[in-house]
């Protein structure tokens, strides 16, 4: 059963190297990016979680002249002071206990490439410092180390944080912050997209129809509603996996609402805070779906079985759902 669907949005979608989009804030970022990646300037790219922050990292590498030398990553967050240190910077047998032989460190292997250090702002202070360091002096000597290692790398980092916020803070060197920032980068979030939602929900039921996976044909209006009414906290990300979860639970080539996420069908977001008085999310839930039926059934002059179809669900399922929130 299924309501009106949603036409395709009729917007070119550009790719630019994996990065999609249909934006012009996003077109605008892709005419930067080549004349950055040819500079050697360090470049800090900053965007909320699954943005794209990676991706743009690597375009940056690729259109570089850098681009046949290697690229390494390393997040910045997940790693101890001591693991960091040894992982960047690499250290000599016995440099300390479980040290049992050399390690020549990212920055060694990224020579003559770049390296993506994610998440700089969780970088511990005395690892600022040590990095500081290699960018004043393009050299470094490893962990228990005498000789020095020059190295040719070109840095590029990306933040979900602002770094003057954190250096006002005293959690990130203010030198080490222009060192990094020669080149600033934003990347907006999905929602403040122009017509990217409706663009990359496309794009990724294609890519999944491509897979032989479900085939979507249709979006209903609810659907696109709710995708375009949530504010995507996990940006991209989330609607990858919004659209995956609508794959790996849904079938036939009709996008319903039952084939959205928790979050989308009503539930807070984890990642906003909880209202000030306690509300069980399943109240919150039945409230969301409560409304929608009730807006359904006055769509429809009372009619359930149309009611059914504009909400994009089984007669029978709305019979049990008007039952279980005593709306029957
Ligand atoms: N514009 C886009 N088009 C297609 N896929 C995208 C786009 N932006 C992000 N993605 C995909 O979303 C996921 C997250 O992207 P990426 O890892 O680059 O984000 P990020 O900003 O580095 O996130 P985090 O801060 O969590 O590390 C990846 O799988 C990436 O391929
Ligand atoms: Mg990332």
New binding site residues.
Partial sequence: MRGRSSPRPTQRLRDFH????VAPQ?FALFERLPRVALSEASVLIR??????????ARALHDLSARVKGPFQAL?CATLTAELLASELFGHVRGAFTGAIRDRPGLFRQAHRGTIFL??IAEMPLEIQARLLRVLQERSFTPLGGTDTVEVDVRVVS?T?RSLREESREHRFREDLMYRVRVVPLF?PPLAERSG?VEA?TW?FIDQHAAQGRRRIERVDRTVMDALLAYPWPG???EL?NAIEYAHAIGEGPDYVLDDLTPELRGEPPPRVLPPPVPVPAATLVDAAERARIAEALQRSNGHKGEAARILGVARSTLWRRLRELRLA
């Fill in positions: 994996g990065i999609h989009s996003m965007g909320e979680t699954g943005t794209g922050k990676e991706l743009v997040n994610d998440e990306a979900h990347i990217d990359l794009h940006n991209v990300r990858r």
